[in-house]
């Protein structure tokens, strides 16, 4: 009747336990051996009672192994041990042997009770086994089969995860003894398939709400991002004076950590202390993500110090529920650290798991190679990379997004190919992680063919795919292509464009000199009102000296947020390119009135697993003097083939002799002079910069490529030059 055919039970058990079932048994409990070994002795096995008392005892310490064979060996069973095995077989998720015991079952004439459909429509809805879970149910309604609550719930739940939907709905409209987890699969059911004001609607109905039922929609609208619903009923819940349970404290935590909601959390911290529950560890988890996502790394940490040290026996256990909520927290503090620009002490966080034998995750590694890649720590990366694949972690979409992300950004763009071209299953994410990449070296022909073949392969873009297209074709100079590119993400996909669109947009105009168009463009999308599009039209009118214009921006930009230092920059330097040195002086002023400072230059080198980092006439490495002889000698080397310094950009009022001594000793010059200290002739030279390049360490870096045939590979701000024999990527456009 089942559709199950199936030949000898022992046989068909024997081989498949030893394989399948033996990991289950490694730290069960020594007792039911105990048990077993003296009833045998004694005599009283063999009977029924006896018998399925030690089949409990091992199920319970969940050794499947001699659970199956003590079952097998059974010569008498009733439909308790039946019952008992197949459940037990469930719990360790051996769906498809617990229907096959099923099938044998019914095979001896056993009539099964309501705990063994339970059990069965379980595995049913775990393999998607919607004819045999319906020929399941049939059977009960034909054959009288007492039903009660937990096993209409059973049936309920099977049609829910089977995605049978309307039978769920006549189903649970039809029952007449509805529970708490009646109604809490209904709500869960409509929210799986994002029908939110349905759900919304069950809820209401429901006539006594406990804890589930609230943390049941609570997160449901949370992973639906309607943050604001939540927390309204995260207040509604509060009102009701329903107790808060650890799920919801832990629900509570991740709603404000998404909202970035501070004073709220440590409100609810609060509240968590008071309860006295606040020592559970995955509560503990639940704050340190909370405030490492709020910024609060401090915090995070103090929270993370509270969890209890495991030893090595409970760091190689799977099966120990103590070390996993540490686990997960020093996953979270590595992700925190990243996102809080201290990659340092991820680095630290992540070497400590790696040593004490914690799991790492893709979530974890993740982060750290993201680390990496902000960092431009190309050696780091490959390190990681390589233990990766050592370890037989398989990557996901994610991971292999990640680490296409981190080759891009230090400047490895064929390594980011290859990974993008070794991927099977490629989704927007991907295709985006490679476009972006591409755009970032300058390739702006290479991402635009990327897009195109993305959209020939059926995968449809998203928001985050045309900001690194529009990038890609500003960084290019491909004007046409952009405002091309730019109607067709609004016309034929029905994108919304958002700010960051705009400021593409607006950095394409102004790369291209069509200041003039940038003003029409803002009138017309009536986007006058955001700061970050005035920040990049100021940027532009620096770019060409248009002195007057950036008056009238700067003006524009200081109605709409407190001025800033970089914004004070743009401005001053822009006078200072018209030799306005009235003005600059002025600007000057007012910084220092404001107590705004510029944000100094700085350029690191990786050289052998060690960053070093320099600023504007950096004296503080112990090789300085080294550093500083050996970049003079350089200098004096490249004006003999025609570089000289362009003194025009500085943007001090001095004299030219100490415009050159300043122009001199900027940070990547610096970088630069000891990278070629320490490196092989013929090596590549990988430097990153926090600001962008100036023209005058542009042309430093070409002669030095051309004198000394290396490439030299610069990220700055904005994106990738690379400098070989005399020439660099960007085409002097950037």
Known sequence: ?????????????????????????????????????????????????????????????????????MFDEMLDRDV?????????????????????????????????????????????????EVRMGKSVH???????????TALENSVLDFY????????????????????????????????????????????????????????????????????????????????????????????????????????LGMQIHGRLLRSGIHHDGFLRNSLVDFYSKCGEMEKASFVYQGFPKCNASDRCSKNNNK?????????????????????????????????D???????????????????????????IHAQIVKAGQPFDIFLSSSMIDMYAKCGELDDAWSIFRETKVRNTVLWTSVISGYGLHGRGRDAIQMFNWMLAEGIKPNEISFVGLLTACSHAGLLNEGIHYF????????????????????????????????????????????????????????????????????????????PTAGSYILLSNTCASGDKWDDVAQVRGLMKDMGLMKHPGQSWIQLKNQVHSFVMGDRSHPEEAAIYSYLNELIQRLKEIGYSTEANIVMQDVEEEQKELLLAFHSEKIAIAYALMKTSTGS????????????????????????????????????FHHFKHGHCSCGDYW
């Open 684 to 719: 590549p030279i990988r430097i990153m910069k926090n600001l962008r390049i100036c023209t005058d360490c542009h042309s430093f870096m070409k002669c030095t490529s051309l004198l000394l045939e290396r490439e030299i590979v610069v990220r700055d701000l904005r994106r």
């Open 160 to 263: 829910v995860k089977c995605g049978s939907f309307d039978s769920a709905k006549l189903y649970f409209e039809l029952m007449t003894d509805k529970d708490i987890v009646s109604w809490n699969i209904m709500i869960n059911a409509y929210m799986q398939i994002g029908d939110m004001e349905t759900a919304l609607g069950v809820f209401r109905r429901l006539p006594v709400k406990d804890a589930s039922s609230w943390n049941t929609i609570i997160r449901g609208h949370l992973q639906n991002d309607n943050y604001g619903i939540a927390m309204e009923l995260l207040y509604e819940m509060v009102k009701s004076g329903t107790a808060l349970s650890k799920e919801t404290f832990s629900i509570a935590f991740g709603l404000v950590a998404s909202l970035t909601a501070l004073d």
């Open 1 to 69: 009747m089942w559709g199950i055919a199936l030949g000898s039970h022992v046989k068909r058990i024997i081989p498949f336990h030893s394989n399948h079932l033996r990991h289950y048994s490694s730290s069960h409990s020594q007792l039911p051996n105990y048990v077993h070994a003296n009833l045998l002795k004694n005599g009283t096995f063999g009977e029924l009672s006896v018998t399925n008392y030690v089949l409990s005892l091992y199920i319970k310490s969940k050794d499947l192994v001699c659970a199956v064979q």
């Open 487 to 562: 109607m067709v993400m609004k016309e034929e996909f029905g994108i919304k464009p958002q700010v960051e669109h705009f400021t593409c947009m607006v950095d394409l105009f102004g790369r291209s000199g069509r200041l003039d168009d940038i003003k029409d463009f803002i009138s017309k999308n009536k986007i006058s009102n955001v700061a970050s599009v005035w920040r990049s039209f100021l940027s532009s009118c620096r770019i060409h000296r248009n002195i007057e214009m950036a008056k009238w921006v700067s003006d524009k930009l200081f109605e709409l947020e407190p």
């Open 80 to 128: 308790r041990s039946w019952t008992m095995i197949i459940s037990g077989l469930v719990q360790v998720g051996s769906c498809r042997m617990a229907l096959d015991m099923f099938a044998d079952m019914h095979k001896e004439g056993i009539v099964p009770n309501q705990f063994t459909f339970s059990s069965v429509l379980k595995c049913c809805s775990r393999l998607n």
């Open 357 to 383: 034998r914690f799991e790492v995750d893709k979530f974890t590694l993740t982060s750290i190679v993201t680390g990496c890649a902000n960092a431009g720590l190309l050696e780091l990366g490959q390190l």
């Open 138 to 148: 049939g059977w009960i309604v034909c054959n009288g089969v007492f039903v009660d």
């Open 323 to 355: 070390s996993l909520p540490h686990s997960f927290s020093q996953s979270s503090m590595v992700t925190g650290y990243v996102q809080n620009g201290k990659l340092q002490e991820a680095l630290k966080m992540f070497t400590t798991m790696v040593t």
